[in-house]
């Protein structure tokens, strides 16, 4: 079957850099995205990967490799408003999105 | 970037009532939408897929004559909750593809939906 896994929550410190993991079994591979969700708040794009490799926009990267089925993504300078949910998706053989089940990420003062 | 209108965002219905939810791409053609729905402290749950012009696809455990979907055109899509009930409360969200790229979902607002 089709999986992927993130950290259900993580805790970090304002200004401190933070790294959410994700694996993933899918079937086909077409790309992995991050999103952003805060809370009562429909997801935004943070970024996508199809290449191995990273990939920096500011205080966010993102990193890929396809052999090992596993990314992160990086959040550096960390602010208060970053305290939100980030969903790992992939995109499989079908151009299907197979989602995460999110990491709470709390950021504390 | 492409802009993806959800309306309303929330709304409360009376128990045995029907909600529409709609979804517009504002800047682009949307040959392919999805609708999905979020318990809290969950990740998004894909309830269908809908083409322009064809039926939807629905995926399992998705009753399709409650949940009915329609996607007359490139720009809308419309999610009908018929005879709600208190268990179809949620968070249901639209995404939108370009039909130029398939990489690539924006998604709506959401609409809140509460069934009392």
């Known amino acids: 079957g089709q999986n992927i896994d993130q950290p259900t929550e993580m805790t970090a410190t304002e200004g401190a850099i933070v790294q959410i993991n994700c694996t993933y079994q899918t079937s086909g591979f077409n790309g992995l995205f991050w999103y952003q969700q805060h809370a009562g708040e429909a997801p935004t794009f943070l970024s996508y990967n199809v290449l191995d490799g990273l990939e920096e926009k500011g205080r966010f990267s993102s990193f890929l490799s396809r052999s090992k089925g596993y990314s992160y993504l990086l959040l550096k300078e960390l602010q208060m408003k970053d305290s939100a949910s980030y969903l790992c998706?992939?995109?499989?053989?079908?151009?299907?999105?197979?989602w995460g089940a999110g990491t709470k990420l709390i950021i504390k003062p | 970037g492409a802009v993806v209108s959800q309306h309303p965002s929330r709304v409360i219905c009376k128990s045995g009532t029907s909600v529409k939810i709609e979804c517009r791409s504002l800047?682009?053609?949307?040959?392919?939408m999805f609708w999905y729905r979020q318990f809290p402290k969950q990740s998004l749950m894909l309830m269908a897929t809908s083409n322009e012009g064809s039926k939807a696809t629905y995926e399992q455990g998705v009753e399709k004559d409650k949940f009915l979907i329609n996607h007359a055109s490139l720009t809308l899509s419309t999610l009908t909750v018929t005879s709600a009930h208190p268990e179809d409360s949620s968070f249901y969200i639209c995404?939108?593809?370009?039909?130029?790229?398939?990489?690539?979902?924006?998604f709506g607002q959401g609409t809140r939906l509460t069934v009392v």
């Open positions: 800047d682009f053609q949307a040959t392919t």
């Open positions: 998706a992939v995109m499989d053989s079908n151009y299907q999105l197979i």
């Open positions: 995404s939108a593809r370009d039909g130029r790229e398939v990489t690539e979902a924006f």
